[in-house]
């Protein structure tokens, strides 16, 4: 992983990119709760929070989890994302589209549906977010028809909210959500003419990329809630409308 640098403009330009990537995985115990308010006390006895579970998946493989067990998050873990995502010897070019498998395994006992946020967004050096820089120019690839749907009413140029619209049967694990991501072409656009040297043979110019010295950061959230009265659960721990066909599919209102 590498800085972006200026590049003379008689060079072919080459764009350097760092991946700094940091992964969040919550399973709210608010949210979880708040569904639970829907049962009857004999039915809150027999299905506990304790049986609420996510594992963030990536090309297959676990990245982190949480699993509520015995009041508490104890039973977690979490990793990286991306950490394998450009092959070793390679710099992240534009343009390119590198392998991003992302999916969710219920590792809870009980059936779920399950909701993932994608956060995408510019950094500099030392964190802080850049938030005049567009974070647009940080490409998923979404999977088409594989029950994945994105609700555009509560989705920004920075946020991504996904739901899997099918019932996520306990150990069971979604279909990918991704199949891919990448840094936009146009970011070769985002750049100014500097004059560093003039001479009576002329001018040199220097190229300076809007983005250079800036660091790509993505987040993944993923959160689940029970099967149960699912509409008013959902409703509750997410604050979204939905009805529940008679196979368990959701329709977003």
């Not at 640098?5 to 949210?31: E, I, N, Q, Y």
């Not at 993505?218 to 008679?246: L, Y």
Request: glycine residues 6%; negative net charge.
């Amino acid at each position: 992983m590498r800085r972006m640098r200026d590049r003379k403009k008689k060079t072919a330009p080459v764009l350097l990119l760092c991946a700094s990537v940091v992964l969040l995985l919550l399973s709210t115990v608010g949210s979880t709760r708040a569904a639970l308010t829907y049962y009857s006390e004999n039915y809150a006895m027999e299905v506990t929070v304790s049986s609420i579970g996510v594992t963030l998946q990536e090309n297959g493989n676990p990245v982190s989890y949480r699993n509520y067990l015995k009041d508490d998050w104890s039973d977690s873990g979490s990793g990286e994302l991306l950490t394998n995502l450009v092959p070793e010897g390679e710099t992240l070019l534009p343009g390119k589209r590198y392998a991003e498998s992302l999916s969710v395994l219920n590792s809870g006992a009980i059936d779920t549906y399950v909701r993932v946020t994608l956060y995408r967004s510019w950094q500099d050096s030392q964190g802080n977010k850049l938030t005049e820089l567009s974070p647009e120019l940080i490409e998923f690839d979404l999977t088409e028809n594989s029950g994945w749907i994105v609700d555009e009413k509560a989705s920004t140029p920075e946020r991504m909210v996904l739901y899997y619209t099918r019932v996520l049967p306990s150990q069971a694990s979604t279909p990918a959500l991704s199949r891919g991501v990448g840094v936009s072409n146009d970011i070769y656009r985002e750049v100014e003419e500097i004059i560093v040297r003039e001479t009576q043979e002329g001018k040199t110019f220097q190229t300076k990329y809007r983005y250079d010295g800036c660091w790509m950061s993505v987040k993944a959230e993923v959160d689940a809630v029970q099967t149960h009265n699912a509409a008013e659960a959902i409703k509750s721990a997410w604050g979204v409308d939905a009805d529940v066909a008679a196979d368990g599919t959701l329709h977003l209102r």
